[in-house]
């Protein structure tokens, strides 16, 4: 009678759920919400069954209802509530859900199915849905609930009144309308699917789902797997936004695609001996009519989606397939007879999923032995040559495949595979500058991984190309919205991955790396020069550790990074000292004359090098490993310089004795550090050593506790006590 006003206590009664959302578990929280839901929850279901009451087409009433139905979602986050878990309040509440789910929405729906799907009352039976999943999922099984917690009456209950199985009819009715024409919204059936196999694991609501199952898996798995008029229509217009929404995480979450294929899947895994057969069976005769139409070649629009979801399904079950003899002795003659001629199939998106499906079984064990034979030759082949596709959705799919295919491949294809790798290289780098993916970054990565010191003609080139394309991928991902160019972001950092697979692959070729320093040196630089490149740090530092330590001296223009390196490994990046460390190191013992040379200026190398440990003994959110490289790096000071620094002896105790007396919490690892970088002290200059404890009045405690700590070593394995300490 009042919509605002009931709107309002809604609105309210939300926020009362939302703010104890994630933390009434236990406590005063958990007594809050309830009596916010004791108070509160019998006028907000009272709003929702009037909903179901009235369906009337009013959106206004949807509304009202889905609020109420969004309080109910947030008060049983973590668990139900136990005013909710009243035999009268929860037998109330299902009803109203079985309701929502079971009757579809009244007449009056916007005939745009874009408007359609956000239509009031459809997002009102997505909310049902989504709660009812959640319920099913946590109480379906009384054994998934702890004996005696507080909610195992409801989970009790939905066994013994026969909840689930009236939910899952409910679900399966809106399923069979679906598959006889009626309209679902995309998120409904999505979460209709996910439902099913949810629940197929469960032993009794199996019971009542296994007759339907092959019905299922052919009438509403199958169709709802298909390539359709949206998918269509995106690819001819914006083919690389169709790229990115087949990687998009979120998308598959609520595609109803991906549902099915979950379904399928869960299905034949869970209940294999029910399931697989007809699944085989549905997909094969969609392949059977493929083939009777004269394979890729002739196919109608209609025939290519049902081919296209037959492909999606069958790589989908690969893993299932390949461990049941049965019919993992017939995927190879199907890999022959259906899914290579697809490859010349004119619909783009079969042309892609061959692609796919190649990717899906590129370790498969073919008759010749895995990544070999005539089979793996020819998708190989197909795949390298649809990276040539005039659709760009299908050069993406391609070189995913050729990733697969090539990190399956045997080592006597490797000869053929070096031959073809400039041509390979030249597509890959080409469609990087035409989209930025990160499956694109992992094919060659994987190229250049396979092609191991055989890339060293192409080295300089590629780690050219790659740093170009890191530029432009950063650019973009810098100019655009927050959030909208991820791809580019992380399509950025793969970028990184595979220089520093470039790298590592020519690393011990007699001057190789030295001819890339032109290339990555400038790069190193903006890198270290980042305070918020905490994304980039690991791969960075392993780029300069190999620039420093495989060419054949640290040259004048590597040095030039070194106070950026120290600046970063002590302040933004001291998190990640144990990456810095090994370049440091380099630095250090191969070219000690450079770091200790007169004339630096100040700070001088020493000095930034002592800096940096000195950050990271002193951090105090820093847990024992990222401490532990700083006691190390001191200790490698002394050791690669031998007699060349006196004065920093006094400093490098007095860091190691005032960390050992600040963590008292210290590890044995971190501990024996310390010590160990006092005991290089020792090593260095007795003397001096010595000299810095006593003026400290540290060194009967500090000597003390060495050798008792010296003496704490581990039982030998053959029994007996440990040796004594030394006098």
């Known amino acids: 009678r009042d919509p605002p006003r009931v709107a309002a206590c809604l609105l309210g009664a939300r926020a009362l759920c939302r703010k104890y959302e994630f933390r009434a578990r236990e406590g005063g929280d958990k007594a809050a919400l309830e ?39 947030s008060a049983t986050y973590v668990g139900v509530p136990a005013p909710l878990l009243e035999p009268g309040e929860l037998g109330a509440w299902l009803e109203t859900l079985l309701a929502l789910v079971s009757a579809d929405p009244p007449p009056g729906a916007p ?30 099984d009384p054994r998934l609930t702890r004996a005696g917690a507080p909610d195992r009456a409801l989970a009790d209950a939905w066994t013994a009144t026969g909840a689930g199985d009236r939910f899952l009819d409910a679900v399966l009715g809106l399923l069979a309308r679906w598959a006889g024409g009626a309209w679902v919204s995309p998120r409904c059936l999505n979460l209709a699917l996910s439902h099913c196999g949810a629940v197929a694991p469960l032993a009794r609501a199996w019971r009542a789902l296994k007759p339907h199952a092959p019905a299922l898996i052919a009438s509403v798995a199958l169709p709802a797997a298909c390539f359709d008029d949206r998918d269509a229509a995106l690819w001819a217009e914006d083919p ?17 695609k991906s549902a099915a294929v979950n379904l399928v899947v869960e299905l034949c895994r869970a209940r294999a001996s029910t399931c697989l057969p007809p699944t085989m069976a549905a997909l094969g005769a969609v392949f059977a009519e493929v083939q009777a139409a004269g394979g890729g070649g002739a ?16 790589g989908a079950l690969a893993g299932v397939v390949a461990r049941k003899p049965a019919y993992k002795a017939q995927v190879e003659p199907l890999l022959q007879t259906v899914v290579l001629p697809l490859f010349a199939c004119p619909h783009g998106h079969v042309r ?9 079984f590129a370790d498969f064990d073919f008759a010749a032995g895995a990544g070999r034979g005539p089979t793996f030759d020819a998708l190989f082949a197909a795949a390298g040559a649809a990276m040539a596709d005039p659709d760009l959705p299908v050069r993406v799919e391609a070189a995913g495949a050729v990733r697969h295919l090539v990190d399956a491949l045997d080592e006597s294809g490797l000869p053929a595979f070096r031959a073809a790798l400039p041509a390979l290289l030249r597509t890959l780098l080409s469609l990087m500058a035409e989209l930025d993916s990160e499956e694109l970054v992992s094919a060659l990565e994987s190229a250049v991984d396979r092609a191991g010191p055989g ?12 740093v170009s394309a890191y530029d432009r991928m950063t650019a973009a991902a810098a100019t655009s919205d927050a959030g909208s160019d991820d791809d580019a972001a992380i399509a950025s950092f793969a970028v990184l991955r595979a220089l520093v697979t470039v790298v590592d692959a020519v690393a011990t070729a007699p001057g190789a790396v030295a001819s890339l320093e032109p290339v990555l040196l400038p790069l190193l630089a903006r890198l270290l020069a980042d305070d918020d490149g905490h994304d980039a740090v690991d791969e960075a530092f392993d780029l300069l550790s190999y620039v420093t330590h495989f060419s054949p001296s640290v040259s004048p223009a590597a040095w030039a990074l070194f106070p950026a390196l120290t600046d970063a490994a002590a302040g933004w990046a001291r998190d990640y000292l144990d990456g810095a460390l090994p370049a440091i190191a380099n630095y250090v013992a191969r070219a000690p004359d450079a770091f200790l040379e007169a004339g630096q200026g100040a700070p001088t190398r020493l000095e930034r090098v002592l800096a940096v440990a000195r950050s990271a003994l002193a951090n105090p959110d820093g847990g024992d490993d990222e401490v532990i490289p700083a006691p190390r790096l001191l200790t490698l000071v002394l050791q690669a310089c031998p007699g060349r620094v006196d004065g920093a002896v006094g400093a490098i105790v007095g860091l190691a004795l005032d960390a050992l007396a600040s963590r008292a919490d210290a590890g044995d690892d971190l501990r024996d550090a310390l010590i160990g970088a006092v005991a290089a002290a020792f090593h260095y200059s007795p003397g001096l050593a010595l000299h810095a404890l006593a003026a400290r009045g540290a060194a009967d405690a500090f000597l003390g506790g060495w050798v008792q700590r010296a003496g704490a070593v581990r039982k030998p394995r053959g029994g007996g006590a440990p040796p004594p300490p030394p006098p």
């Not at 874009?114 to 009352?121: F, G, I, L, T, Y």
């Not at 709660?131 to 946590?138: E, F």
């Not at 890339?455 to 790659?466: D, K, N, R, V």
């Open 111 to 140: 005939p745009d199915p874009d408007d359609r799907a956000e239509w009031p009352w459809w997002k009102l039976r997505k909310w049902a849905l989504h709660i009812v999943n959640r319920l099913a999922a946590r109480y379906g």
């Open 240 to 256: 690389a936004e169709y790229v990115r929404r087949g990687s998009d995480v979120l998308e598959e979450l609520y595609s109803p």
């Open 35 to 73: 009596g916010v839901v004791a108070a509160l929850f019998p006028g907000v279901r009272a709003v929702a069954a009037a909903a179901v009451a009235s369906r009337t087409a009013d959106p206004a009433a949807a509304d009202l209802a889905k609020l109420a139905l969004k309080c109910f979602w």
């Open 299 to 314: 196919l109608d629009a209609s025939l290519a989606r049902r081919a296209d979801s037959a492909l999606l399904l069958v």
């Open 352 to 360: 892609a999923k061959a692609c796919w499906v190649a990717a899906r």
């Open 455 to 466: 890339i060293a003609p192409y080295a300089a080139e590629l780690a050219s190309q790659l």
